[in-house]
């Protein structure tokens, strides 16, 4: 790279700190976007307001909420992918490199000063190969994305990053890698999933509850249940409220059904979300008919109070999933 390139590079990764200056109002409308996002609710009205302030973030997750409405990168998401990769964002860059429709692109008559795909992708690749030089472990996972490269969701994953430990255990999970011998292979699995629980993914959570469970370990896999639905990984939070009630009894649980029962009455404010409410509706009843009105009241606050001590209900999705 010649040195006007590192200089740009090196700018552009600190721009999005100088457009970042929110205000109270639109930093607060900024987090409910984001948690409304990862609740998979509507949440456009709510990140409009920090993206037209600036947020680079906002800007790239208002963009998402664009583009999965309608299925494709419609011209408005367009922009705020233009303007949140212009300040950095590296999860907007890759959008637009991987953008399948760039007619100006396939027609070769794009506005003056518009990137191709191909330089939106050369832009992200370099500025984060240059940040995980530094030490950031996401960036190398950002790498990883751009190039399919393995050795950089390796030292991702080296570096600490949780999400990119879940993922290196996947794919060793799925042959990828080399090792001399199979047991090496599982080891590297288990190592990973472990390494990537114990960093706070709750996909790593799960995955590693599994191993456990399949080396004959249930209160290890009871433990890794209980840490996922603790950061409201709403998928779990569903089957640790479900295993309480014992509705089904399967992995031994201690019955406590006023727990249980305010568990599957908190996922009741997804409103739908991720499709949680055919199996709200289908299991609340079900563990209502155990329990006393007082009980039922009892279950209630239970949950009311939960819901002020966690983080907001998530289900964790990938920033580039689909």
């Not at 949440?43 to 037209?52: D, H, K, N, T, V």
């Not at 692109?105 to 984060?128: D, F, H, I, S, V």
């Not at 990053?161 to 794919?171: E, H, I, N, P």
């Not at 089957?239 to 249980?260: C, I, N, Q, R």
Request: net charge negative; glycine share 8%.
């Amino acid at each position: 790279m010649t040195g006007l390139r590192v200089l740009a590079l090196v700018a552009l990764s600190f721009s999005s700190a100088v457009w970042a200056n929110l205000t109270a109002f639109e930093q607060t409308a900024k987090n409910r976007g984001v948690m409304l996002f990862n609740q998979y609710k509507p949440s456009e009205s709510a990140l409009r307001i920090a993206a037209e302030a600036g947020d680079a973030e906002a800007q790239f997750y208002l963009a998402e909420e664009l583009r999965q409405k309608s299925q494709y990168i419609t011209p408005e998401a367009e922009k705020w992918l233009e303007a949140a990769g212009s300040q950095g964002n590296l999860y907007a860059m890759l959008r637009l490199a991987r953008a399948a429709n760039d007619l100006c692109a396939t027609m070769n008559n794009c506005p003056l000063g518009k990137k191709t795909r191909e330089e939106w992708l050369t832009q992200a690749r370099e500025l984060a190969a240059s940040k995980a030089s530094k030490g950031d472990a996401e960036a190398a996972y950002v790498v990883y994305l751009a190039t399919s490269e393995f050795e950089w969701l390796e030292k991702s994953a080296a570096s600490g990053y949780a999400l990119g430990q879940w993922l290196l255990a996947t794919r060793y999970k799925e042959g990828e890698g080399s090792f001399l011998l199979p047991w090496k292979r599982t080891e590297a699995v288990e190592h990973w999933a472990r390494a990537s629980a114990e960093g706070g993914n709750p996909k790593g959570m799960m995955e590693y509850a599994a191993i456990l469970f399949e080396k004959g370990d249930v209160e290890g896999f009871r433990h890794w249940n209980e840490q996922a639905a603790l950061i409201s990984y709403a998928t779990t939070v569903y089957g640790y409220g479900s295993d309480l009630a014992h509705e089904p009894d399967t992995y031994g649980f201690p019955y406590d059904v006023v727990k249980g029962y305010a568990l599957i009455y908190l996922l009741k404010e997804l409103d739908g979300g991720g499709g949680m409410d055919a199996n709200v509706n289908d299991k609340l009843p079900k563990i209502a008919a155990k329990m006393t009105a007082e009980q039922i009241d009892e279950a209630t606050e239970f949950a009311k109070k939960w819901k002020d001590s966690h983080p907001p209900l998530s289900f964790y999705p990938d920033k580039l999933g689909y």
